[in-house]
């Protein structure tokens, strides 16, 4: 008995090769990237300060809704915008 030889082809090439020089996104993806950053940064500096000069006072300015609910909300923006940036494919 004679074992057949099954015909295996290289891996489908893709149909520009990718030279050198490109860059992994395009220039939407790296716009979307920095507007992710700045909402990012934008959200923890709203996080900052509430503190009290003197600790054994108690500052309720902590519990603002700047720094409980909108800081979180878009540093988690950020994320998405992020997130997106990088799994949008290029037009190129």
């Given at each position: 008995?004679?074992k057949?030889?099954?015909?295996?082809?290289?891996?489908?090439?893709?149909?520009?090769?990718?030279?050198?020089?490109?860059?992994?996104f395009?220039?939407?993806?790296?716009?979307?990237m920095?507007?992710?950053l700045?909402?990012?940064a934008i959200?923890?500096i709203l996080?900052?300060?509430?503190g009290?000069k003197?600790?054994?006072?108690?500052n309720?300015?902590i519990?603002?809704f700047?720094?409980i609910?909108?800081?979180?909300?878009?540093?988690?923006?950020?994320y998405?915008v992020?997130?997106f940036?990088i799994?949008k494919?290029?037009k190129?």
């Amino acid at each position: 008995m004679e074992k057949k030889k099954k015909h295996v082809e290289p891996a489908a090439q893709s149909k520009q090769p990718v030279q050198s020089g490109d860059f992994a996104f395009g220039k939407e993806n790296y716009r979307l990237m920095l507007i992710g950053l700045a909402l990012i940064a934008i959200g923890f500096i709203l996080m900052i300060g509430g503190g009290s000069k003197d600790p054994s006072q108690f500052n309720p300015d902590i519990f603002s809704f700047r720094r409980i609910t909108l800081a979180p909300i878009l540093v988690l923006a950020g994320y998405v915008v992020e997130i997106f940036a990088i799994m949008k494919k290029p037009k190129d």
